[in-house]
């Protein structure tokens, strides 16, 4: 199994502003992918976050909205810029190594106000 | 374009009963199916795993079975517990190494004393 920290756990920001969360895992893994849970809904493939590449995003979520860093195979971050209240909801960092399980961060609370 | 739908939403049961969710997709081309559960404001934790070869897999007092041909999953709970409240997701996995888990929209369960 993978461990998967995320911070900020939670935060409230202002409309305008932008928010970086980080993902870090215990082990080496191959694939990542960044989540979106909005409020009372199931979980939304936001991207899949490529080492070394840029990120392969999800009809619906563009780069400049949602920027995606891999800078190795331990660690990711996702900016949510220029947030609006609509983009209030759980991210979720997960990883997956070949075939196997998927496993997921404890996700960060975005409020925007 | 893969479609999960999980039946109940919700689900109130007292202490001890045994229960089945239900958990259903369209395509049965998968290369595996997880169950996970999700408590309030929290991330995903995974539950089981089983592979499109498999019919069911066990752990503790959760069992879970898969018929690809019909496109059907069941989590099976037996004698339940207040602790096992949550939100109950399943997840397919499309064929093909780079594929994505897709999501059902859950159901809420809620074990009273």
């Known amino acids: 199994s993978a461990v998967i920290s995320q911070k900020p756990s939670r935060d409230i920001c202002q409309r305008g502003t932008s928010l970086t969360i980080q993902c870090q895992v215990d082990?080496?893994?191959?694939?990542m992918f960044w989540y979106r849970q909005q409020p009372g809904q199931s979980l939304t493939l936001i991207a899949t976050a490529n080492q070394g590449s840029e990120a392969t995003y999800e009809s619906g979520f563009v780069i400049d909205k949602f920027p995606i860093s891999r800078p190795n195979l331990t660690f990711s971050t996702l900016t949510v810029s220029n947030m609006s209240p609509e983009d209030s909801s759980i991210y979720l960092c997960?990883?997956?190594?070949?075939?196997?399980?998927?496993?997921f961060g404890p996700g960060t609370r975005l409020t925007v106000t | 374009k893969q479609e999960v739908t999980q039946i109940p939403a919700a689900l109130s049961v007292p202490e001890g009963e045994n229960l089945v969710l239900n958990c259903s997709f369209t395509d049965s081309a998968i290369y595996n199916l997880q169950w996970f559960r999700q408590d309030p404001g929290k991330g995903l934790t995974s539950l089981l795993l089983?592979?499109?070869?498999?019919r069911e897999q066990t752990s503790g007092r959760l069992n879970a079975s898969l018929d690809k041909s019909s496109g059907r999953s069941t989590l099976y709970i037996a004698a339940s517990q207040p602790g096992d409240s949550a939100t109950y997701l399943c997840a397919v996995r499309g064929t093909g190494t780079a594929s994505k888990l897709t999501f059902g929209t859950g159901t809420r369960l809620q074990v009273t004393l």
């Open positions: 089983i592979q499109s070869s498999q």
């Open positions: 997960s990883v997956r190594q070949g075939g196997a399980e998927q496993y």
């Open positions: 082990s080496q893994v191959t694939m």
